[in-house]
């Protein structure tokens, strides 16, 4: 029997919905889904394995015009989908009608690999609405397979799945067939922090925040986390211990809840805040944290 290998990359617009679908294609939530934009900063592997197939799913950031080191390192991991995709898909919304940078639109209309478009959240529309915008989508990208979904309802996505599964190549595996990701233990506690922050703080402090796990120890039954949250600023850091620490422990209680659910095992996690003068400009720094891996 054949077997299938390949990779499938999203890309879009902030908040499209591209975390929502991966999460929904691999069934675990490996992406940070919030309504706030700029969630997803890193270009995060899902993969999917059956029998005879391995889908290797790529979330990545929301394409935007970066103002700072941070955001430049961003669109390097979104540059690097178009590199080594064996299926492109670009998430539109509906009421959508361009992409925020003209250079990577003009990308995904030369794709010389198969480009599905998914026109997301039709839950929020009408029929009528619907129509044209299939019908502006044709028009602008005329290589694309397009397909109407809604990736939090589920709509459509099994379909996407199965239109996947017959574009990819035929391969063997590239990671072991128990794989869900590429990303350490580290990775996933670190993202769970930055969540609850991004939920639970508004304006600039989400964005000004970078986690990092300093201990990650597994016994049969627990697991004991000590982790940072870096900010910029000494003001930062006062929003985010809160009143007499209040806001810190609700950070921390909300973070232990869910990871507790994506290890199944007790979490104990202690959090502390250090601050990091400018670290989202910082080139030695954001290499530190991830970032600038070219």
């Not at 900063?41 to 970066?66: A, E, Y």
């Not at 990650?216 to 986390?225: A, H, S, T, V």
Request: aromatic letters at 10%; a negative charge.
């Amino acid at each position: 029997m054949s077997h299938k290998a390949g990779f499938v990359n999203i890309i879009g617009n902030p908040n499209v919905g591209k975390s929502t679908l991966m999460n929904a294609f691999v069934g675990e939530r490996l992406s940070i889904i919030t309504s706030k934009a700029q969630t997803t900063r890193h270009r995060i592997l899902g993969i999917v394995n059956g029998d005879d197939f391995q889908v290797i799913l790529s979330d990545t950031p929301g394409i935007i015009k970066p103002a700072y080191e941070m955001q430049k390192s961003m669109m390097d991991f979104v540059k690097s989908a178009f590199e080594d995709a064996d299926v492109l898909i670009y998430m539109v919304e509906i009421g959508e009608k361009e992409l925020k940078d003209e250079d990577f639109f003009a990308k995904i209309i030369k794709a010389k690999i198969p480009v599905l478009l998914l026109l997301n959240k039709i839950d929020k529309s009408n029929q009528e609405e619907l129509e044209v915008q299939m019908d502006l989508w044709k028009e602008k990208v005329p290589n694309a397979e397009i397909y109407a979904i809604s990736a939090l309802e589920n709509f459509n996505v099994q379909e996407v799945f199965a239109r996947i599964l017959g574009l990819l190549p035929e391969s063997p595996a590239y990671y072991p067939k128990d794989a869900l990701t590429d990303k350490p233990e580290r990775f996933f506690v670190n993202e769970t922090i930055r969540e609850k922050i991004l939920l639970n703080y508004d304006k600039e402090i989400p964005y000004s925040v970078e986690i990092e796990t300093e201990e990650f120890l597994e016994d049969e039954k627990i697991i004991r986390i000590r982790s940072v949250i870096m900010v910029e600023r000494d003001t930062q850091k006062g929003i985010i211990i809160g009143h007499k620490g209040a806001a810190l422990k609700k950070v921390g209680m909300q973070s232990r809840e869910d990871l507790e659910k994506f290890f199944g095992k007790q979490i104990h996690i202690e959090l502390f805040v250090k601050v990091n003068k400018d670290w989202r400009s910082n080139q030695y720094q954001l290499r530190r944290f991830g970032y600038n891996q070219k």
